[in-house]
C-alpha cells in the first residue's frame, strides 16, 4: 500500500513496511505503523522510515505524512519557506 505526497516540489511515495501492537494485555496496546518514505527516481535522497501511532496507514493525514517525512529527512518547514523566500 503506498501514497503519493507532494514534499518540496517533488512527489514522494509513503509506504507502508509493517504494523505492530505494543503493550500489555489483550486489546490495550497502541497501535504502531512502520512507514517508509521512497524519493523520486534519480533523487539524492535515499528512502526513509518512521514510525508513528496510528491504527491504520488510512488515518495518517497527508499533512501528517509531510511533517514525518521533513523530520526523517532532517529538513525544517520553516527552513524551507525561508530559503524559498530568499530565492
Known amino acids: 500500500m ?4 507532494e ?13 505492530a501492537t505494543v503493550g500489555r494485555g489483550m486489546g490495550t496496546g497502541a497501535q504502531v505503523l512502520l512507514l517508509g518514505f521512497e524519493a523520486p527516481v534519480g533523487a539524492a535522497d535515499p528512502e526513509r ?7 491504520r496507514f488510512e488515518d495518517v493525514h497527508d499533512d501528517t ?9 532532517g529538513t525544517d518547514e520553516a ?8 530565492s
Do not use: H
Request: hydrophobic content about 45%; charged content about 25%; aromatic content about 8%.
Open 65 to 73: 505524512l509531510r511533517k514525518l517525512l521533513s523530520e526523517a529527512t
Open 7 to 19: 514534499f518540496e516540489g517533488e512527489v514522494w511515495s509513503a509506504v507502508l513496511l509493517g504494523a
Open 79 to 86: 527552513e524551507r519557506r525561508s530559503t524559498a523566500r530568499q
Open 49 to 55: 522510515t518512521v514510525y508513528v501511532a496510528a491504527s
Open 2 to 5: 503506498a501514497r503519493e505526497l
